[in-house]
Protein backbone atom coordinates (compact mmCIF):
# COMPACT_ATOMS: atom_id res chain seq x y z
CA UNK A 1 0.00 0.00 0.00
CA UNK A 2 0.98 3.87 -0.36
CA UNK A 3 -0.34 6.62 1.32
CA UNK A 4 0.05 10.24 -0.42
CA UNK A 5 -0.49 13.63 1.60
CA UNK A 6 -0.51 16.81 -0.88
CA UNK A 7 -0.04 19.88 0.40
CA UNK A 8 1.20 23.42 -0.90
CA UNK A 9 -1.99 24.42 -3.01
CA UNK A 10 -2.91 28.27 -2.84
CA UNK A 11 -4.17 31.63 -5.17
CA UNK A 12 -1.28 33.28 -6.88
CA UNK A 13 -1.71 35.46 -9.83
CA UNK A 14 -0.74 34.65 -13.73
CA UNK A 15 2.87 34.68 -14.02
CA UNK A 16 3.68 33.59 -10.52
CA UNK A 17 5.07 30.56 -9.17
CA UNK A 18 4.08 27.36 -6.88
CA UNK A 19 5.17 24.20 -5.38
CA UNK A 20 3.32 21.29 -4.27
CA UNK A 21 4.58 18.73 -2.66
CA UNK A 22 3.18 14.75 -1.88
CA UNK A 23 4.47 12.61 1.23
CA UNK A 24 4.43 9.11 0.13
CA UNK A 25 4.57 6.45 3.47
CA UNK A 26 4.68 2.53 2.64
CA UNK A 27 6.17 0.90 -0.20
CA UNK A 28 8.25 2.81 -2.47
CA UNK A 29 6.35 2.93 -5.96
CA UNK A 30 7.83 2.56 -9.67
CA UNK A 31 7.09 6.32 -10.67
CA UNK A 32 5.14 9.26 -9.11
CA UNK A 33 3.11 10.96 -11.75
CA UNK A 34 0.96 14.71 -10.95
CA UNK A 35 -2.47 14.66 -12.91
CA UNK A 36 -4.87 17.54 -12.41
CA UNK A 37 -8.79 18.36 -13.30
CA UNK A 38 -10.26 21.34 -14.06
CA UNK A 39 -14.20 21.86 -13.51
CA UNK A 40 -16.06 19.44 -15.85
CA UNK A 41 -12.77 18.49 -17.48
CA UNK A 42 -11.46 14.86 -17.44
CA UNK A 43 -8.55 14.24 -15.36
CA UNK A 44 -5.15 14.77 -17.34
CA UNK A 45 -1.47 13.98 -17.12
CA UNK A 46 0.69 16.75 -16.42
CA UNK A 47 3.97 14.45 -15.70
CA UNK A 48 5.62 12.05 -13.76
CA UNK A 49 9.01 11.14 -12.30
CA UNK A 50 10.82 7.63 -12.07
CA UNK A 51 11.93 6.96 -8.65
CA UNK A 52 14.92 5.14 -9.07
CA UNK A 53 17.04 7.57 -11.19
CA UNK A 54 14.35 10.46 -11.07
CA UNK A 55 14.03 10.72 -14.88
CA UNK A 56 10.54 12.73 -15.83
CA UNK A 57 8.35 13.30 -18.51
CA UNK A 58 6.20 16.29 -19.26
CA UNK A 59 2.92 16.71 -21.38
CA UNK A 60 3.45 19.76 -23.66
CA UNK A 61 1.36 22.34 -22.46
CA UNK A 62 3.63 22.20 -19.16
CA UNK A 63 6.96 21.34 -20.75
CA UNK A 64 9.46 24.26 -19.62
CA UNK A 65 7.15 25.68 -17.04
CA UNK A 66 6.64 22.78 -14.65
CA UNK A 67 9.69 20.85 -12.83
CA UNK A 68 9.16 17.62 -11.18
CA UNK A 69 11.67 16.26 -8.43
CA UNK A 70 12.10 14.07 -5.43
CA UNK A 71 13.65 13.72 -1.96
CA UNK A 72 14.48 9.84 -1.27
CA UNK A 73 15.13 10.50 2.21
CA UNK A 74 11.74 12.36 2.52
CA UNK A 75 9.86 10.20 0.37
CA UNK A 76 8.57 13.35 -1.15
CA UNK A 77 8.09 14.37 -4.57
CA UNK A 78 7.35 18.18 -5.96
CA UNK A 79 5.99 20.23 -8.31
CA UNK A 80 7.39 23.01 -9.19
CA UNK A 81 5.16 25.22 -11.56
CA UNK A 82 6.44 28.45 -12.69
CA UNK A 83 5.24 30.93 -15.35
CA UNK A 84 1.84 29.89 -14.25
CA UNK A 85 -1.25 30.48 -16.10
CA UNK A 86 -5.06 31.08 -15.94
CA UNK A 87 -5.90 27.87 -17.84
CA UNK A 88 -4.03 26.10 -14.76
CA UNK A 89 -6.14 26.35 -12.67
CA UNK A 90 -7.54 23.31 -11.58
CA UNK A 91 -7.10 20.23 -8.41
CA UNK A 92 -3.99 18.70 -8.63
CA UNK A 93 -3.29 15.61 -7.33
CA UNK A 94 -0.31 13.34 -7.14
CA UNK A 95 -0.78 9.13 -7.83
CA UNK A 96 1.95 6.46 -7.40
CA UNK A 97 2.57 3.86 -10.11
CA UNK A 98 3.74 0.27 -8.49
CA UNK A 99 4.12 -1.79 -11.71
CA UNK A 100 7.21 -1.52 -13.77
CA UNK A 101 6.91 1.49 -16.77
CA UNK A 102 6.54 4.86 -17.13
CA UNK A 103 2.22 6.24 -18.38
CA UNK A 104 0.33 9.33 -18.46
CA UNK A 105 -2.83 7.22 -18.19
CA UNK A 106 -4.60 7.62 -14.93
CA UNK A 107 -5.56 3.63 -15.02
CA UNK A 108 -2.14 3.03 -14.92
CA UNK A 109 -1.17 4.39 -10.95
CA UNK A 110 -3.23 2.79 -8.14
CA UNK A 111 -2.67 5.05 -5.46
CA UNK A 112 -4.18 8.39 -5.25
CA UNK A 113 -3.48 11.73 -3.16
CA UNK A 114 -6.27 14.08 -1.60
CA UNK A 115 -5.96 16.51 -4.20
CA UNK A 116 -4.77 20.59 -3.66
CA UNK A 117 -6.68 23.48 -5.08
CA UNK A 118 -4.32 25.57 -7.51
CA UNK A 119 -5.87 28.99 -8.78
CA UNK A 120 -4.18 31.08 -11.24
CA UNK A 121 -6.17 34.40 -11.64
CA UNK A 122 -5.60 36.98 -14.44
Known amino acids: QVQLVESGGGLVQAGGSLRLSCAAS??????MGWFRQAPGEEREFAGA????????SYVDSVRGRFTISRDSAKSTVYLQMNSLKPEDTAVYYC?????????????????WGQGTQVTVSS
Open 49 to 56: IRWSDGGT
Open 95 to 111: AARVRIGMSSSTQDYAF
Open 26 to 31: GRTPYA
